[in-house]
């Protein structure tokens, strides 16, 4: 098993992203990165408004201290720009499980290799460093392109969990969840790089 601490803050970089542990000072570079594309409209997702990016941040910050939560920004390494956010949540510590959620991207890069190598980083860590037994995901019923996604990293869905939540609208949220396993990592691992390879051949072929 690994010698890292299970849920310390780390910096995960690869060719075109960096993970950046999340701090007070990065709230207006994620106010700006919300306001690419107006995520906080979305109804289906919990992006903050660029107005509500401080008490998010806050937010953030006292989970991890509560080592519940363990939040990134993303950056990226060509131009330095910070374009979205990702989370380590959902934390069983005793069974060495987590969720990877609280995930959204500036509207430029979504569909780029972005989101494909910020989800291999992550998982890289959780089962490679951590010696994780599952790592989760888990999105709205309703939010179409992310359950597509998530099925395209290789994970299987697990069922769905009906009234799961309440949304700020006082409806209800039916949140389906998803699973990769410690046995399934190799494979998962395997078609992320493959993912990756294709969006470097797409960006030389432009």
Known sequence: MSTIAFLDPVILEGRHVRLEPMQASHAPELAQAARDGELWKLWFTGVPTPEGIDAHVELMLKRRQERTFLPFVVRLRETGEVVGQTTFCNVDHDNRRVEIGYTWYSKR??????????KRLLLGHAFEAWDCIAVEFRTNWFNERSRAAIARLGAKQDGVLRNHLRN???????TVVFSIIQSEWPAVKRNLEHRLEQHEEGSRAS
């Open 109 to 118: 890069v979504q569909r780029t290799a972005v989101n494909s190598e910020a």
């Open 168 to 174: 700020p609208d006082g409806s209800f949220r039916d």
